[in-house]
C-alpha cells in the first residue's frame, strides 16, 4: 500500500465549477502537510499547507482529518488556470522535512 | 531573487555510462533534498541532506546512486552505470533552516534524465 493515496483523476470540469479532491496517509505519526501544485514538465510548487482546523486561501479550502489519515482540497470558481496536478504531500516524522508525495490528481478545466 | 538551479536540464545518455546532476540550492539554505520522479509516478525521496552531511540516504535506490554536498551549498548526484529504469526527471528542492517538517521547501526545475 502507497503512503499517500490519492484518485489519480483525471478531473475534467467546466470554469466555474467546483472540484474536491481527496487524499489518505498510511503514517499516523505523520506531521505535517501539504497540497503541491504541478503544471506539465514543470517542478512542485507548494499551494498551501493543511492544518486541522481547516484553512482557505482564496478558491481553495484544504482539510485535514487526523483521526481518518484524510486531507482534502475544495477549489471553488475553477479557472482554466487551475488547469493541473495536484499533489497531496505529507512530512515524514523522522524530525525533519521528508516529504512523501502521492501520485496526484489531474484537473483539466475546460471553456 | 534566484530560486533553486540544477544542470543540466536535460541529459541524454547511454546505458552503463555515469552521469552527474548539479544542484545550486537558494543562498542560505541548509536543508537540500533530492527526489525522483518517474513517468506517470509521483515523487520518490532519494537523499537529505543538511548542511554537508546526509542523516538520511534511505531512498537512495541502489549503490550506483551517491551524492555529496560540499561547502553547505552546491550538490551532486551522481548515478554509474546508469541503466534505464533510472530514466526520470531528479528534482532538488531547499529548504532554510534545519529542514524541520513545517518548512517550505522550494523545488529546481528538475533534470530530465533520458537513458538509451
Known amino acids: 500500500r502507497k503512503e499517500v493515496e490519492q484518485d489519480p483523476g483525471p478531473f475534467n470540469v467546466p470554469e466555474g465549477a467546483t472540484v474536491a479532491f481527496n487524499c489518505t496517509y498510511s503514517n499516523s505519526a505523520s506531521q505535517s502537510f501539504f497540497w503541491y501544485r504541478q503544471d506539465c514538465r514543470k517542478e512542485p510548487k507548494l499551494l498551501m499547507s493543511v492544518y486541522s482546523s481547516g484553512n482557505e486561501d482564496g478558491r481553495f479550502t484544504a482539510q485535514l482529518n487526523r483521526a481518518s489519515q484524510y486531507i482534502s482540497l475544495l477549489i471553488r470558481d475553477s479557472k482554466l488556470s487551475d488547469s493541473a496536478t495536484y499533489l497531496c504531500v505529507v512530512s515524514s516524522s523522522g524530525g525533519y522535512n521528508k516529504l512523501i508525495f502521492g501520485a496526484g490528481t489531474r484537473l483539466a478545466v475546460h471553456p | ?116
Open chain 2, 1 to 116: 531573487g534566484a530560486g533553486v538551479s540544477q544542470s543540466p536540464s536535460n541529459k541524454v545518455t547511454e546505458k552503463g555510462k555515469d552521469v552527474e546532476l548539479r544542484c545550486d540550492p537558494i543562498s542560505g539554505h541548509t536543508a537540500l533534498y533530492w527526489y525522483r520522479q518517474s513517468l506517470g509516478q509521483g515523487l520518490e525521496f532519494l537523499i537529505y541532506f543538511q548542511g554537508n552531511s546526509a542523516p538520511d540516504k534511505s531512498g537512495l535506490p541502489s549503490d550506483r546512486f551517491s551524492a555529496e554536498r560540499t561547502g553547505g551549498s552546491v550538490s551532486t548526484l551522481t548515478i554509474q552505470r546508469t541503466q534505464q529504469e533510472d530514466s526520470a526527471v531528479y528534482l532538488c528542492a531547499s529548504s532554510p533552516k534545519r529542514g524541520l517538517a513545517e518548512e517550505t521547501q522550494y523545488f529546481g526545475p528538475g533534470t530530465r534524465l533520458l537513458v538509451l
